[in-house]
């Protein structure tokens, strides 16, 4: 997942991280202990160290928000200037200028936006809480500005004239994003949007900040260690150092990661403690306490219809998908509704085979939710022969990194990395890479934290610290982060083939942020739709199956001895395996969302579980023994960030991620020649160019949906 849509929901996109540098970073020394004035303050200055990479060992919690008021000060200031100027407007006076402003603003929500969301705590949810609405209201103040828009207008309506086809492009986004914002409202429903703005960036905070609370509080704790019998000996370590973590000394803690499902139901054979995990999992944000996000679901779903309806939209959806590649939510509903029956079909298959497993063994009971997975490997094991527990060994995370990730990046786009240790991180569990081209010159910077803990919010995800930008000079800062169990001290941190295959996810927005090669930063990297940037992500996910590469990286961590032939042709025989439930699970989600998106603003408020469980029937996704990917109430796609009416997207990116990966096998392959051809005509461009014909440039021709149903094994 790309956090820059999250990060988009409450912290203004339009400005652009400018290199010119001003004073020194102060040292460390400088900076009293109390709210330090503005001049110690390193946020207020361009970073001095390589790519302008923050200083995060001198950074401090209380230097955040003296740097927003004074970032959305110096802002205002300038959007001011532009749009209080007499000069006629221009392209260079006003749309580059505003391109060009918010330099301070754009570098400490760039860095608290990621620190938040992986290593957050009480000051820095306080900060998040206060700054937020200010940051909704600051986003109005420009985009609401009526002599700034009239300005824009003016240079919208000629931009025929405009010979540079990237100034047309951005012209035509800026345009559009003062229109969606609602510059064409009268003063009346300004006021009102500004109020409906505020209020949803209010709730959508405490939502988050409720679920990342509520994930921590229902982490099941496990009195005697023979309950988690099938669980391997580094699992059941690091589970006693998660509880020694919280003071559960002679306790073990299951810790939840964000979706429904939860890893450790693959291997705990007490029935009993996996009902208990699921449950913990389904209910954790629904405990009448504080951190129940029910209430706060309703109202943002509710304000939510009331901004589209005072926009112009039927529902929230309509106004959503105006600017994606989907358009319309028919669009959306069709290519998810119109693959629930091969979805769901396939998946009851699969129960009956998970059935006879269960009455072979005398079971005595009928499959529930919380025996899928413990049951689905086993008839893995029995159909391919294929254990978990033997695949692991071959995949250490540093060597799948380093010698998986990198080295397919290598081998298609020429790049190199070569770790750094003098840059400084926000957490002891991050490395750092500097990236170079083929030629040897500077790519980017990249950031790794892999890691679960408490402070980090669920899920994985990419973005970056510093954009791409050619008027300001500046390289991308990219980081990925992940939820992977943290070994215990002096084990190695093995992975499952689905964490692999997250780490390529990752990688694939990573690429696709490094590459960016836009003039104008509010259209460079992966500031694209929703529903197109998770392709290159998805397309990335190939090569941790490429031979070649496999090769490299599948190796025994204690022997070095690469993986068996006969293990990885079970494994890849296996790789369509539970194919109806991943997909079931995952459409049960998007329309979940598209549902709670398509209310009319004159509905009312919603029983939250009631609602969930019509919306499900109604879209005959309503298997028991096959619950949501994201349940209503821990959604954090649709109701914290930045996915709202858009959960759809990895869907539609998919049908896009195979039918490009069909041209790469019609042309070669894994080629260097056809990695450069993506990064020149995919990767580099951002969105430049309307994203539809992009694609068509690049595919000669519209995508198709055949060759993701074939993937699935859903044709």
Request: negative net charge; hydrophobic residues 40%; charged residues 25%.
């Amino acid at each position: 997942m790309s956090r820059t849509f999250a990060l988009a929901a409450s912290m203004l996109v339009l400005a652009a991280c400018n290199q010119t540098p001003s004073e020194p970073t102060p040292t460390a020394e400088s900076k009293p202990a109390a709210m330090p004035a503005p001049a110690a303050n390193p946020l207020l200055t361009a970073s001095t160290l390589p790519y302008q990479a923050p200083p995060f060992d001198l950074i401090k919690d209380e230097h955040y928000l003296p740097a927003f008021e004074q970032g959305m000060s110096e802002q205002l200031a300038e959007i001011a200037k532009i749009a209080d100027s007499t000069e006629p407007p221009t392209f260079e006076n006003t749309i580059e200028a505003m391109e060009r402003s918010g330099e301070t603003l754009n570098r400490v929500r760039r860095i608290f936006g990621g620190l938040v969301q992986a290593d957050t705590n009480d000051a820095r949810q306080a900060i998040q809480k206060e700054v937020n609405p200010k940051l909704a209201a600051h986003q109005d103040e420009i985009l609401l500005n009526g002599k700034l828009f009239a300005r824009v207008k003016a240079i919208y309506d000629a931009r025929d004239a405009l010979t540079d086809p990237q100034q047309k492009r951005l012209v035509e986004v800026d345009y559009d994003r003062f229109v969606r914002a609602g510059a064409n409202l009268s003063d009346a429903d300004k006021d009102m949007m500004r109020k409906l703005n505020v209020e949803e960036t209010t709730l959508s905070t405490k939502f988050h900040t409720q679920l990342v609370a509520a994930t921590a509080a229902a982490a099941v704790v496990v009195d005697d260690a023979a309950q988690l019998d099938g669980l391997s000996e580094g699992e059941i370590a690091a589970a006693a150092a998660a509880a020694k973590a919280r003071n559960l000394d002679g306790k073990w803690l299951l810790s939840l990661q964000n979706t429904t499902t939860q890893p450790v139901l693959v291997s705990l054979k007490n029935r009993e403690l996996r009902a208990r995990v699921l449950k913990a999992s389904e209910t954790r944000t629904e405990q009448s306490d504080g951190n129940d996000t029910r209430a706060v679901i309703q109202r943002l779903a509710q304000l939510r219809a009331e901004k589209a309806r005072l926009l112009g939209f039927a529902t929230f959806a309509d106004y959503q998908l105006g600017d994606q590649m989907a358009k319309t939510p028919d669009m959306a509903l069709k290519l998810l509704t119109d693959t629930v029956p091969a979805a769901s079909a396939r998946a009851l298959r699969e129960a009956a085979d998970i059935q006879k497993i269960i009455d072979d063994q005398n079971g005595g009971f009928t499959l529930t939710a919380s025996d899928w997975d413990f049951y689905a490997e086993q008839v893995r094991k029995a159909k391919y022969d294929l254990d978990e527990s033997e695949i692991k060994p071959y995949f250490e995370l540093n060597n799948v990194l380093e010698n998986g990730v990198f080295h397919a990046a290598t081998q298609m786009y020429g790049i190199t990395f070569k770790e750094r240790k003098d840059i400084p991180t926000y957490h002891p569990d991050m490395r750092v890479f500097e990236v170079f081209n083929e030629d040897g010159s500077p790519l980017a910077l990249f950031y790794t934290d892999y890691f679960k803990r408490d402070s980090k919010s669920g899920g994985a995800w990419m973005d970056v610290f510093v954009e791409q930008d050619a008027l300001a000079g500046t390289l991308p800062v990219v980081y990925n982060v992940c939820n992977y169990t943290k070994p215990a001290e002096g084990q190695p941190a093995l992975i499952s083939f689905d964490d692999v295959i997250t780490l390529f996810h990752e990688f694939g927005h990573a690429v696709h942020g490094m590459f960016s090669n836009s003039k104008y930063p509010s259209i460079a990297g992966t500031n694209t739709s929703r529903d197109f940037v998770e392709f290159p992500s998805q397309f990335n996910e190939h090569w941790a199956t490429e031979p070649s590469v496999f090769a490299n990286y599948a190796k025994h961590y204690q022997t070095g001895e690469p993986m068996p032939q006969a293990l990885v042709d079970k494994m890849v025989a296996a790789g369509k395996f539970n194919g109806g439930y991943a997909t079931t699970e995952y459409l049960a989600a998007a329309l979940l969302d598209m549902a709670w998106h398509t209310l009319p603003a004159d509905a009312p408020q919603q029983d939250v579980n009631a609602f969930e469980a019509d919306a499900l029937k109604r879209f005959k996704v309503d298997l028991a023994q096959v619950p949501p990917r994201y349940r209503t109430t821990y959604f954090d796609h649709i109701w914290g960030g930045g996915y709202s009416a858009g959960y759809y997207a990895y869907f539609w990116s998919d049908v896009l991620n195979h039918d490009a990966y069909a041209w790469f096998k019609e042309h070669g392959g894994m080629t260097r020649e056809n990695g450069q051809i993506f990064r020149d005509q995919i990767l580099s461009r951002g969105n430049t160019v309307e994203l539809a014909t992009l694609y068509r440039e690049f595919r000669g021709k519209d995508p198709s949906v055949e060759p993701l149903l074939e993937n699935r094994g859903l044709k």
